[in-house]
């Protein structure tokens, strides 16, 4: 599996983006679909994960009422539209997907996800 994650950019404070990751290769209903974000100096942490077969969307605590993740399974594409941005949103942004038990349990954890995207930089400026 192959991922390609786009839509990055420089937004103001309360402005929004929408993030894409495109899948190629071959998927599988049990998939799970993360996105990580990564800023200078902090470690990697989650922001959302969705299932590539059901609706089941989880996020961040830190997010949760801006973010919403989303996939169009007719694409291979998975979308994270990010609204009110903040300051401190600003990262690397990273998709990632899986298909193990591990991520199935917690997908929150990076390092149970088997393929990763090359980020893409949100800059949200104050």
């Known amino acids: 599996v192959q991922l390609q994650a786009s839509g990055g950019g420089l937004v103001q404070a309360g402005g929004s983006l929408r993030l894409s990751c495109a899948a190629s290769?071959?998927?599988?209903?049990?998939?799970?679909m993360g996105w990580f974000r990564q800023a200078p100096g902090r470690e990697r942490e989650f922001v959302a994960a969705?299932?590539?077969?059901?609706?089941?969307?989880y996020y961040a605590d830190s997010v949760k009422g801006r973010f919403t993740i989303s996939r169009d399974r007719a694409k291979n594409t998975v979308y994270l539209q990010m609204n009110s941005l903040r300051p401190e949103d600003t990262a690397i942004y990273s998709c990632?997907?899986?298909?193990?038990?591990?991520?199935?349990?917690?997908?929150?954890?990076?390092?149970?996800?088997?393929?990763w995207g090359q980020g893409t930089q949100v800059t949200v400026s104050s």
């Open positions: 290769g071959r998927t599988f209903s049990s998939t799970v």
């Open positions: 990632a997907a899986g298909s193990g038990m591990r991520v199935r349990f917690d997908s929150s954890k990076a390092d149970a996800y088997d393929y």
């Open positions: 969705i299932s590539w077969s059901g609706p089941n969307t």
